[in-house]
């Protein structure tokens, strides 16, 4: 019984893409009523199996509520009202359908088969007024009446019939569009339409469109044997058809368009819409094996328009559902196809498919007619939309299509350019296009296409605005690559991004990365600009830096300081921001890092003033002997102490009150202690050249301080100290010493120290054993 679940698990598998394979199985038109009551039972068998595919692949509604789509209650609800469709659902029903209507006998046996002159009641239906029979089944039924006859050695019969029903289609077409003339006006003023199309026949289980293509075509191939391309057909009239200029190839390419535009919801499941994008991309490359002539031009033609203007009827409609199948991949094919016969008509076709309504609104998607939603397990802006990446990477490349298309024609090029900028809602995908775009307008051996260029800077602009206030990863190559595209086009580009950098960038990138290319020397050498706009354009570039150093000073004072420094007003007003900002919106490392700046400059006062400052933000506690700002602080020191000792003396009570740490402290002092202040000082000032004394201000209160701190940590490390740490904590002891005897009296003191160690922590006997050994 397992070997038997086994082999009917992979026999599923096996069909799980194709049901209409089941379906032609028992439409054999010589199958007898046992084999089909056989064929009927078994089919039943085998889809009340739990492990039988579902026709849909959307098994949503089995999975458990992983990202709370929908409530446990509503998933009940759904299994119990929405009945269970497998892979062999389709072919349980086709067992219900027979082959003796007299109709659909005449029309499969005869291509001559015509309306009687005189009609009987009910016949009026069954022929078209040019008197063309007619076959009104459902359509993904009637084309598997066809897959049927073909498979089954029928070929002549399934071409009868696949003509009825491209008649029947027809005539269905032209009623529709008669419809919508009458509702047109109410149409468009309401702005939304239903959609009558309760199934799509893209992505069809039962592939209608496919299977009336190749039985159509497969009669025009050439059967050469000496032909190696398979892909050479030949017009073959339509027999029995009034229209001379009719072929069988004519009518597969007619009925392959109607299909692809027809308007229709996208279906539910991630199997289910990914297998319409694969059936819409299978059908478009056989009708890209068609070579037009003459004869296949005029019919794409006249169904391209007839698509435009059938209203709600068509994907290419003026007005569709919001969740309509767009038309992309579709559209590009129409628009290749067109572009040398029609180019009007082509970009008509074109900008009517960019539209993409479903991201229009964030309007739930109850109004559709499904509301039977499985969970989404795929993270996506909208649930039921799980193909949504690649319908718009789609629109994406029919909208490149139409740029590379239209390079040089201006007029076209900003008609494109709107319809992207409206329909295209992917910053990432724009700036694809910018990039296509840029790309092509500048071929490496000719001379830049500048309306293209236009094009593509126009674009990463909007590129820009979008990604302002979102976050994006690739922002930094985005803002690079702009400014990159606004220097090809030219000076005036360039000024006008630095004129309206605040809707583009943020301060900081407008100060580190787009002033700051602008006014490289590359620049300057690839625009070949004279003295007055070179002027211009750093003029550009200085207001640029200093108004956003005001607006951010912590990330854009430094750049903005480099920026002006050919300028003496700009420099001064950069610094006056700075020290402006330096009591309450920037970083002791901020400052420092500008302070350093400056003496690198050669302002060694205004660096000093800026150190001081930074001091004044920075606490150092006297466990961070590795702090990052410890390198800063011994520098702000050393140019205090180079500067002389007035700065010397304004700096130490600023590192006493924000240092605690001993050895920096002591790193500090020990250093002053070295060299006589000034020394090192500003050019053509007099120095004192004698060495400061420890006794006196200023170092007296640093050493006090710094003697402090040491008897401070000692006792803070004593707390919580274990054995393993005694041998670090004796030298550290040692260097505590040493500092304490920068004093007069610091031999005292510090034996005064050990021995009150001594007595605090006599219970730390090791320990004070250890101390004894080294300070007696």
Avoid at 173 to 196: A, C, F, N, P
Avoid at 586 to 596: D, V
Wanted: include cysteine; charged fraction near 20%; aromatic fraction near 8%.
């Amino acid at each position: 019984k397992r070997a038997d679940s086994l082999n009917f698990f992979f026999l599923f598998l096996i069909f799980f893409e194709n049901c209409a394979l089941w379906v032609c199985v028992v439409l054999n038109p010589h199958c007898k009523s046992e084999e089909k009551s056989g064929w009927l039972k078994q089919l039943k068998k085998w889809g009340d199996m739990d492990i039988c595919p579902l026709e849909d692949g959307n098994y949503g509604s089995e999975l458990p509520n992983i990202t709370n789509a929908l409530p446990q209650s509503n998933l009940a609800q759904d299994s119990l009202s929405r009945p269970r469709r497998t892979v062999f659902s389709r072919a349980v029903e086709a067992c219900d359908l027979h082959w003796q209507d007299s109709h659909l006998q005449r029309i499969i046996s005869s291509d001559y088969y015509m309306s009687p002159s005189y009609q009987r009641e009910g016949e009026s239906l069954l022929f078209s007024p040019q008197g063309l029979p007619l076959w009104l089944d459902h359509v993904p039924t009637a084309c598997a009446r066809v897959d049927a006859l073909r498979s089954h050695g029928y070929s002549r019969e399934a071409l009868r019939l696949a003509v009825a029903i491209i008649n029947t289609l027809r005539l269905q077409q032209q009623r529709q569009m008669d419809i919508y003339k009458h509702q047109k006006k109410e149409l468009l003023q309401r702005g939304v339409t239903s959609t009558t199309n309760l199934e799509g026949w893209v992505g069809h289980p039962l592939d209608p469109i496919g299977c009336l293509f190749i039985t159509l075509t497969e009669t025009c191939r050439v059967d050469d044997d000496n032909t190696m391309d398979t892909g050479v057909y030949h017009h073959v009239p339509v027999w029995g058809s009034p229209d001379a200029g009719e072929s069988y190839l004519t009518l597969a390419l007619e009925v392959a368009l109607m299909g692809m535009g027809q308007q229709r919801i996208m279906p539910e499941g991630l199997y289910a819409q990914d297998k319409v994008c694969r059936n819409e991309e299978q059908i478009v490359a056989k009708l890209q094996e068609l070579e037009l002539d003459d004869l296949l031009v005029q019919t794409l033609r006249k169904q391209a328009i007839q698509l435009l203007e059938a209203g709600p009827f068509s994907g290419l409609g003026e007005v569709i559902h919001r969740e309509s199948v767009p038309m992309h991949t579709f559209a590009k094919y129409l628009f290749s196809a067109l572009l040398p016969h029609d180019a009007d008509l082509a970009y008509k076709v074109a900008l009517r498919a960019m539209r993409l309504p479903v991201l229009e609104s964030s309007a739930g998607s109850g109004d559709v007619g499904h509301p039977h939603h499985g969970i989404s397990i795929v993270p996506s802006r909208y649930p039921r939309w799980f193909t949504l990446g690649h319908l718009e990477s789609q629109q994406c490349e029919l909208a490149s299509t139409m740029l590379t298309a239209a390079k040089g024609d201006m007029l076209r090029l900003r008609t494109v350019l709107e319809a992207i900028q409206k329909n295209i809602h992917s910053s990432s995908l724009i700036f694809k296009l910018a990039q296509d775009a840029f790309k092509i307008a500048t071929p490496a051996e000719s001379p830049p296409d500048i309306t293209l260029l236009n094009v593509a800077l126009e674009l990463g602009l909007q590129v820009m605005r979008m990604t302002l206030s979102t976050l994006n990863w690739r922002r930094r190559e985005m803002v690079r690559w702009l400014v990159t595209c606004a220097t090809e086009v030219g000076l005036r580009a360039l000024v006008s991004i630095l004129q309206s950098w605040y809707t583009l960038f943020t301060p900081t990138e407008a100060t580190s990365i787009v002033a700051a290319t602008v006014m490289s020397h590359n620049t300057i050498l690839r625009l070949s600009l004279d003295y007055p706009q070179r002027e211009e354009l750093a003029s550009c570039a200085r207001t640029l830096a200093l108004q956003c150093a005001m607006k951010d000073p912590q990330n854009c004072a430094l750049s903005a300081l480099t920026l002006c420094e050919k300028d003496h007003i700009a420099f001064e007003t950069a610094y006056q921001i700075v020290i402006d900002a330096a009591s309450t919106g920037m970083t002791y490392s901020q400052l420092f890092t500008i302070a350093r700046y400056m003496e690198h400059r050669g302002y060694p006062l205004r660096s000093f003033k800026l150190a001081s400052l930074a001091m004044t933000h920075l606490n150092l506690a006297y466990n961070q002997d590795t702090h990052p700002a410890i390198n800063d602080v011994l520098w702000a020191c050393a140019l205090s102490h180079s500067l002389g000792k007035n700065e010397l003396a304004a700096i130490i009570p600023l590192v006493v009150k924000s240092v605690h740490c001993a050895t920096v402290l002591s790193d500090i002092l020990r250093r002053c202690t070295m060299t006589a202040p000034g020394l090192a000082g500003i050019p053509g000032r007099r120095n004192s050249g004698k060495l400061m004394s420890t006794d006196k201000a200023p170092l007296r209160q640093l050493l006090d301080a710094t003697i402090s701190a040491y008897i401070n940590t000692t006792h803070s490390r004593l707390t919580h100290i274990s054995p393993r740490h005694y041998g670090e904590f004796i030298e550290f002891l040692s260097k505590a010493r040493e500092t304490f005897l920068l004093a007069q009296d610091g031999h005292i003191q510090f034996a005064q120290f050990i021995d009150n160690l001594k007595q605090i922590y006599k219970g730390k006997k090791k320990l004070m054993m250890l101390v004894r050994e080294r300070f007696g």
